[in-house]
């Protein structure tokens, strides 16, 4: 018990995503706080609703730039047990995803270092059966929203409301 409180003691002073994935991997068990079950532990040291969950989501970010890339990383390392793999160019993200098993795809409109479509992408994807992960674009476009959606998306959020609790409660969907 005594290590606990100084784990959770310890993330609200010191929240870095590498530690909270640390201290994730560790605490694989469910927790036995004042006789009840606890919940998942989440951001700096908070008990998060929907009860425990010993895995880890994993998360595929595909396309962003080097300054978007790490806000996106960031948003989801703190605010959901997740796992971010980053493919730089929508051409290999394919390749990724048959290898292993994600939770969400984060697609970029256009690709940062590819300049290719993300919504050709996911026509792409959608064409393999075999391949079941929700898609989801990032776009400040409605237009383009729309068409990703009505070609196998699910709904995105655009750059501008990262940061927005409406994005964090989308994203939620996924990996919570």
């Not at 390392?77 to 048959?98: G, M, P």
Request: net charge positive; charged share 25%; with cysteine.
């Amino acid at each position: 018990m005594n290590n606990l409180l100084f784990v959770i003691c310890f993330l609200v002073v010191h929240p870095t995503p590498s530690f909270r994935r640390a201290v994730t991997r560790l605490t694989t068990s469910v927790i036995q706080v004042g006789g009840y079950p606890s919940e998942r532990l989440g951001r700096a040291g908070v008990f998060r609703a929907g009860g425990y969950n010993d895995k880890m989501k994993e998360v595929l970010i595909v396309g962003h730039c080097d300054l978007d890339h790490p806000q996106i990383t960031s948003l989801i390392e703190n605010n959901f047990s997740a796992n971010v793999t980053r493919v730089k160019l929508l051409t290999k993200t394919e390749t990724y995803l048959r290898k292993h098993n994600y939770d969400l795809a984060i697609i970029n409109r256009i690709g940062a270092f590819d300049q290719e479509s993300g919504i050709e992408l996911i026509k792409e994807i959608k064409k393999d059966r075999g391949l079941k992960v929700p898609l989801m674009l990032v776009t400040n476009y409605k237009d383009q929203m729309d068409l990703a959606v009505k070609n196998g998306a699910v709904s995105g959020y655009g750059k501008d409301k990262l940061n927005d609790k409406e994005t964090i409660n989308l994203l939620g969907k996924y990996l919570s």
